[in-house]
């Protein structure tokens, strides 16, 4: 199978959590998020070591620009240190260079109380701290001397676990610590100076980051292939670590795949609120200056009614905004009481319906973006798309927050045997008119025929994320049409998403209904069809094979399903094809005899040029 090109232009903007394994760097563990999203286009919040496991924050596409004002968060790590020996990187993977005697319980639970609120911590040599223009650890490595300042720091929290006392071969004790911290703390340091606090020494044996800002580990892609994070587990790791070779990144695999899909997060107003901005709207008449970079005003924007997150805001300094469809916009800084660009993300302008078949959706092709922001639906044939079903699509299109989509079959499994309103390419035209942004059609198998109900809509909430669903009060679809609007309901309830039931659209005292304008069609009741289709019938000309005669007349046997009148002879309106892209039209008439068409037409008019037929009198 040919790999899936990455792309950059339409790469998925949002924030995924990602439980990174110990052994691979945070930069390889990259690699997986690109595969999963498609992308190159990514970027974290805080790197760990290799030797370390636990919580990524990555950001991808346009949310990128966002990394700068959210790696100030506050961290959480759960974090096994060894008292009575240092190594020269102060972790697992550095040499033994000083011994000391172990410590404890009383002890280590003494300096987690003095080690605790606003500190001055020295980095250790071997990091990323740059030293005249080179990091660190590059300087150390090669001989250098490095000298490095005293920085402020702040430990919220510190707190013993677990603790296991020396004993057996090794003269050491061991300190499982949970740690909150401010940005910039180094754990390896804290557990230095924690032992020179006692008159020994100490390194990090094992670290977990478990959270970041309001993000937790528990909620990232590949949390269940972790160990339990156990004294023992430090042990043994580090036993093993000094044998180990940095992990070799293995292919993923789509079950890996999916779950890192899975947990891919829109950056929604909520969202933004949870990481602790401020949250508002680019009123719609302001875009264009908005977009355009001109001068900042507070007209321009309106606040977005949220209920609390339940988080303190961090500041009133920065602002999410967004547009009126809840896209991300970029991001404003508040200074002295004015306004200032952070950065703008252009608005996506829908310009095509994105169509996806059955089988694209059940491999996962669905785009996460739209998973994650959730979905509103309308499932049915909707041949002709009449006032019935343009109903449906207008409840649908009314979920502001939601992307609105339609799910629909290529052909209906009736189709031979009564007939088709409307092609697919005219049906998914009108779609997008309507303001879908995405159709699912489904060609009718005998495998799809028997699918259980639950088992359908299952399909459409692991993969689309659906979140609303707008049916007709007699809808009822799976296998022999046994999923009715009340099973509907009760799996809806169930699986939390929300179902509208809307009452049929009548006409003249009688339901619209597809089966109704085919047969006002096959009667040529031309005025009662169009006021169930709210447009003229037409008959798609596309496809068909012309003959011409000397007179002017183009004759050719008709194709495909879709319904005909009866025999006989109409006034219709032809539409043509221009060389530029547009339509004319054209005046004539129509014979139709055993599903052969023809049409009286100008001799210049070329064949290729006709599109379709409107039928406008009876015979």
Request: aromatic residues 10%; neutral net charge.
């Amino acid at each position: 199978m040919a790999k899936k090109k990455k792309t950059t232009s339409e790469s998925p903007s949002g924030i995924v959590l990602y439980a990174k394994r110990s052994g691979l760097t945070s930069f390889s563990s990259l690699w997986s998020i690109k595969n999963a999203l498609h992308t190159d286009k990514v970027g974290h919040t805080g790197t760990l070591d290799s030797f370390a496991d636990g919580l990524l924050v990555i950001l991808s596409g346009r949310l990128t620009h966002l990394v700068p004002h959210i790696t100030g968060f506050s961290k959480t790590y759960l974090a096994v240190v060894a008292f009575g020996s240092e190594t020269d990187t102060l972790d697992p993977t550095g040499n033994v260079v000083k011994r000391g005697r172990p410590v404890a319980r009383e002890e280590v639970e003494q300096a987690c109380g003095v080690f605790t609120g606003a500190l001055l911590q020295v980095p250790p040599v071997f990091s990323a701290v740059h030293v005249n223009g080179s990091r660190a650890s590059n300087v150390a490595r090669n001989g250098g001397e490095v000298s490095l300042p005293e920085r402020q720091i702040f430990i919220y929290s510190n707190k013993l676990l677990d603790f296991r006392p020396a004993g057996g071969d090794e003269n050491m004790s061991w300190a499982l610590l949970e740690i909150s911290c401010s940005k910039g703390t180094y754990i390896r340091a804290l557990a230095r100076d924690m032992a020179t606090s006692l008159g020994t020494v100490a390194h990090l044996s094992a670290l977990r980051r478990t959270v970041v800002g309001p993000f937790s580990l528990d909620n990232a892609a590949g949390v269940v292939s972790l160990p339990d994070f156990t004294i023992d587990y430090a042990v043994n790791f580090e036993k093993q670590i000094s044998a180990m070779e940095e992990h070799k990144r293995t292919a993923d695999t789509l079950e890996h795949l999916a779950d890192i899909r899975d947990h891919f997060l829109s950056f929604t107003p909520t969202l933004a609120r949870t990481c602790g901005f401020k949250t508002e709207y680019v009123n719609k008449q302001f875009e264009s200056s908005f977009l355009n970079g001109r001068s900042l005003a507070e007209k321009m924007f309106s606040p977005i009614a949220m209920p609390p997150s339940g988080l303190r805001e961090k500041n009133d300094t920065e602002i999410a905004v967004f547009y009126d469809d809840n896209t991300f916009a970029g991001m404003l800084r508040k200074e002295k009481s004015k306004l200032a660009y952070g950065f703008v993300v252009p608005k996506v302008k829908r310009t095509a319906l994105r169509v996806f078949s059955w089988e694209q959706i059940a491999g996962g092709e669905f785009p996460v973006e739209w998973k994650s922001q959730g979905t509103a639906l309308s499932v049915g044939g909707f041949d002709g798309v009449h006032h019935g079903h343009q109903a449906l699509l207008e409840a649908v299109r009314e979920k502001a927050s939601l992307v609105p989509g339609v799910v629909t079959f290529k052909e209906s499994f009736k189709a031979e045997e009564e007939g088709t309103v409307m092609p697919l390419d005219e049906r998914l035209a009108i779609f997008f008119e309507m303001g879908m942004a995405f159709a699912v059609v489904i060609d009718f198998s005998s495998d799809i025929s028997r699918m259980e109900g639950n088992a359908f809509f299952s399909v459409l909430l692991q993969h689309c994320g659906v979140k609303f669903l707008a049916e007709g009060r007699d809808f009822r679809c799976g296998y022999k049409g046994s999923f009715t609007m009340d099973c509907i309901k009760s799996y809806a309830a169930e699986q939390g998403f929300e179902v509208a039931t809307l009452e049929d659209v009548r006409l003249d005292g009688e339901r619209v209904s597809s089966s109704r304008i085919r047969e006002a069609v096959r009667k040529g009741e031309f005025l009662s069809a169009s006021r169930m289709l709210s447009r003229p019938f037409s008959y798609s000309l596309r496809g068909l094979s012309w003959t011409r005669d000397s007179s002017g007349m183009y004759r050719a046997e008709t194709v495909g399903t879709q319904v005909l009148p009866r025999d006989g002879m109409y006034d219709v309106v032809v539409k043509l094809k221009d060389g530029d892209g547009g339509y004319s039209r054209f005046d004539t008439r129509m014979v139709i005899e055993e599903k052969r068409l023809s049409v009286f037409m100008d001799t210049s008019v070329e064949a290729e040029r006709m599109d379709s037929v409107t039928f406008i009198t009876r015979p």
